[in-house]
């Protein structure tokens, strides 16, 4: 059963930073995509950055240049650097993983999700 948990969530002030992790478990050989989504009050879940296997990174536009993720491919966890926080950053942060291949070898193709972590930005 592949699990994903994250952490490093909390309360901070606009123009402070966090870092959150996310570890993947479930005899796991191999993960193809790791992501980070968030939910804020009433929207839609919206894809925050995303890892690829090979080292491919993406970053929606509201988070560009102040968003960091980078991937520990040993460990099966992802983590996401935030820097200059602002008050629009406020949701909850729930981490992703897609294209899963498990011991011995077999390959699931779907998402997994993490339960999230709440990060509030205050002003």
């Known amino acids: 059963q592949v699990q994903l948990v994250e952490s490093g969530g909390g309360l901070v002030r606009a123009g402070e930073s966090l870092n959150l992790s996310c570890e993947a478990s479930g005899n796991i050989r191999q993960i193809n995509v790791m992501s980070w989504y968030r939910q804020a009050p009433g929207k839609q879940r919206d894809l925050v950055a995303a890892?690829?296997?090979?080292?491919?990174?993406n970053y929606s536009d509201s988070v560009k240049g102040r968003f960091t993720i980078s991937r520990d491919s040993a460990k099966n966890t992802v983590y996401l650097q935030m820097n200059s926080l602002e008050p629009e950053d406020t949701a909850i942060y729930y981490c992703a993983a897609t294209g899963i291949t498990v011991e011995p070898e077999r390959f699931i193709p779907n998402q997994f999700w993490g339960r999230g972590t709440q990060v509030t930005v205050s002003s």
């Open positions: 890892h690829t296997r090979v080292g491919t990174t």
